[in-house]
């Protein structure tokens, strides 16, 4: 089998690249980026991820290389960032554009080029098709969107299901054969809007599911009920399966998906929208409480807000679309500065009043603001003892815990 060249080396890339150099199959990763291909080469990580460093150490061993330049070779796995722009709702190509135009320039006749970002349906068509046109040579184009969970991406690659869009069967089982190397899950070959539009509703799936739960929770403050017994409740029933609230949906999959096809569609994607408004309310809700917990106390001082969690989800660095910094934001349109933040898992400084100890923030504050419920926090509840804490997570069982 010849070399397959992995471009984009970031949360997706990187461990997909690892996994098949681990797997027998001989892996060059490219990145454009000149600083990451450099510690990659260096073999320094650049994010946390359980069993990537294992992981990482074998792919060394096997031969892995990191390099800015594409190679020449049947196979290239695309994996870049595919954002979407905030105004239009729309994806935003840029960077799956120049991947592949730089794979193209490069690959030989008969090349497959999988990509396995996340794209809005119709993109491979709309975007991809028109740049392997009038290039004098043949490109067969795959979608494979990743499924992996940020948490437990190592394990999820290995076991979970996955879905080959390609437009001839052959090409298809071929990518499935290449994929079966390290994946045990089942592999479903199917057409490219297929996989493409099958992706992003698994996502928009659980933001509406998310979306649901919230709701019910400001239904249930204004009932004065227990949202969180309720949901256990209704969830003992064998087909509803309700998610958890909490102070919004972050990261980069959930709250930027179902947008795409909010900006497809216009006027027919009306559950998934009020879905997306509820979730993106969450953060400003948070603040309210906040606000009346302060009252209730005689708490005027925002400084003694303590802010527990900065990432967008438990036990992961990652902080893009993170509830609590959409909550500061908020927080600053309102003028209502000083507030103090503390996460365990980010160690650059990137907001202002950022703790980097936990015995240190909690002496100074009065309210624990619970937004993340990293394991630190939860082995360490009896160190909230004595504070006024507000749980969005519902992960502590002190007395007198504040709920959302
Ligand atoms: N969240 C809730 N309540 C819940 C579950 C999650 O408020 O019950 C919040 C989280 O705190 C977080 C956000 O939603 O802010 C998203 O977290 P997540 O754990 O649901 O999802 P991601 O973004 O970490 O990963 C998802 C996964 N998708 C699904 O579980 C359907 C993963 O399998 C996908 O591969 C990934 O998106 C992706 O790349 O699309």
């Known amino acids: 089998m010849s070399t397959v060249n992995v471009v984009g080396l970031g949360y997706i890339g990187l461990p997909t690249a690892l996994m098949f150099a681990t797997h027998g199959v001989s892996v060059v ?5 000149r600083d990451l291909v450099d510690k990659l080469s260096a073999g320094e990580l650049t994010f946390e991820e359980k069993g990537l460093d294992e992981l ?46 730089s794979v193209l320039e490069v690959c030989p006749d008969g090349a497959t080029v999988v990509l396995e970002s996340t794209v809005s349906p119709g993109t491979m068509d709309r975007y991809v098709r028109p740049l392997c046109e009038g290039i004098g040579k043949t490109v067969h184009l795959v979608h494979a969107p990743e499924r992996i969970i940020p948490g437990n991406m190592v394990y999820e690659l290995e076991h979970n299901a996955r879905t080959i869009g390609a437009d001839c069967p052959e090409i298809g089982e071929a990518v499935k054969a290449l994929y079966a190397s390290f994946c045990q899950g089942e592999i479903v070959v199917t057409d490219i809007r297929t996989a493409e539009m099958t ?84 953060p400003e809700f948070v603040l309210g409480r906040i606000h009346d917990i302060m009252r209730e106390h005689g708490i005027r001082d925002v400084s003694r807000v303590g802010l527990y ?6 036990n992961v660095d990652d902080v893009r679309e993170s509830p609590t910094l ?53 082995e360490n509840m009896d160190k909230l003892s004595g504070k006024i804490v507000l749980d969005t997570r519902n992960v502590c069982d002190l007395p007198g815990t504040y709920r959302l």
């Open 56 to 101: 990482f150490r074998a792919a060394l061993d096997a031969g892995i290389e990191f390099r800015c330049d594409y190679i020449e070779t049947d196979t290239y796995i695309v994996a870049v960032p595919t954002p979407y722009d905030k105004d239009s709702k729309r994806i935003d190509p840029t960077y799956v554009i120049s991947a592949v135009k």
């Open 29 to 33: 990763g490219t990145d454009y980026n």
């Open 309 to 314: 969690g900065l990432t967008y989800k438990e």
């Open 199 to 282: 992706k992003v509703v698994e996502n928009t799936f659980r933001d509406i599911n998310i979306a649901f739960a919230n709701e019910l929770t400001k239904i249930c403050r204004q009932a004065d009920m227990n949202v969180y017994e309720i949901i256990r409740i209704a969830n003992k029933h064998p087909r509803v399966n309700i998610l958890s609230p909490g102070p919004g949906v972050g990261g980069h999959c959930i709250s930027v998906d179902p947008w795409f096809l909010v900006g497809d569609y216009p006027g027919l994607a009306n559950l998934i929208w009020q879905a997306r408004k509820i979730n993106d309310s969450m």
């Open 326 to 378: 959409q909550m500061l934001e908020c927080m600053e349109r309102h003028l209502a500065g000083g507030v103090k933040v503390y996460d365990p898992w980010v160690c650059r400084d990137i907001v202002e009043n950022q703790y980097h100890d936990l015995d240190k923030f909690l002496a100074d504050v009065d309210i624990v603001v619970l937004l993340v419920g990293h394991s630190e926090i939860r």
